[in-house]
């Protein structure tokens, strides 16, 4: 009923730019809080930056001046913007939504298949 989908990874050199891309759609009433995370091997997965309905903003200590997230509410999708990445950032990064379908009042957290950022020289 949700797709949630996930563009924009790859491969960058240290210093370097990317930006992933979420879009969620299906069956959607409400959309609450989107949010991107990272999971790195045998490691849990990680928030990086979240964004609620209202545009209210919170973003992990590593994240915090280097990324920038945005929300487009009327397309459903939120955009990361990753600058001065280092090789660190490297990771499988996953969208997360809160989204209440059609026809319910609950919301439930839908989750992309991933994306692979890869920072390296």
């Known amino acids: 009923q949700v797709q949630v989908e996930e563009s924009g990874g790859g491969l960058v050199q240290p210093g370097g730019s990317l930006t992933l891309s979420c879009a969620v759609s299906g069956s959607i009433n409400t959309i609450y809080t989107m949010g991107w995370y990272r999971q790195g091997p045998g490691e849990l997965r990680q928030m990086v930056a979240i964004?609620?309905?209202?545009?209210?903003?919170n973003y992990s200590n590593s994240a915090k001046g280097r990324f920038t997230i945005s929300r487009d509410n009327a397309k459903n999708t939120i955009n990361l913007q990753m600058n001065s990445l280092k090789s660190e950032d490297t990771d499988i990064y996953y969208c997360?939504?809160?989204?209440?379908?059609?026809?319910?009042?609950?919301?439930?957290?839908?989750w992309g298949q991933g994306t692979q950022v890869t920072v390296s020289s």
């Open positions: 997360n939504a809160l989204v209440v379908v059609s026809g319910n009042t609950k919301g439930d957290t839908y």
């Open positions: 964004i609620s309905r209202a545009g209210n903003i």
